[in-house]
Nanobody
Framework: QVQVVESGGGSVQAGASLSLSCTVSGLNFDDYALAWFRQVPGKEREGVSCISWSGGSTYYADSVKGRFTISRLNRNNTLFLQMNSLIAEDTAMYYC???????????????????????WGQGTQVTVSS
């Protein structure tokens, strides 16, 4: 059974940093693209950042480009999201997701559609106060 577990959320002041982690078990981690999505009540789930199965291709939403960094450590089945210079608009529930993609898949395409992702975690809350 596939399990996706996020951790690292919390409440911080604007300008602070947070690091999210996501461990995935029950699948061949190396074969899967991974992603961070976020959602606020009343809005659709938004792709924040995605990383290909190899780690060689990444995508960032314009709203987080230059502030967030996605990475993966395959030997530990773990995905990370380093979030710097947080702003109030980053407040959301953050979800980790995994998808089995074609080797040449474009992360922009996958980050744009939450429906393409096969497995999801329960989410971790990030709250940024201004």
């Amino acid at each position: 059974q596939v399990q996706v577990v996020e951790s690292g959320g919390g409440s911080v002041q604007a300008g602070a940093s947070l690091s999210l982690s996501c461990t995935v078990s029950g699948l061949n981690f190396d074969d899967y693209a991974l992603a961070w999505f976020r959602q606020v009540p009343g809005k659709e789930r938004e792709g924040v950042s995605c990383i290909s199965w190899s780690g060689g291709s990444t995508y960032y939403a314009d709203s987080v480009k230059g502030r967030f960094t996605i990475s993966r450590l395959n030997r530990n089945n773990t995905l990370f999201l380093q979030m710097n210079s947080l702003i109030a608009e980053d407040t959301a529930m953050y979800y980790c997701a995994a998808a089995l993609t074609d080797r040449g898949a474009f992360m922009y395409h996958y980050c744009s559609d939450a429906g393409l992702w096969n497995y999801w975690g329960q989410g971790t809350q990030v709250t940024v106060s201004s």
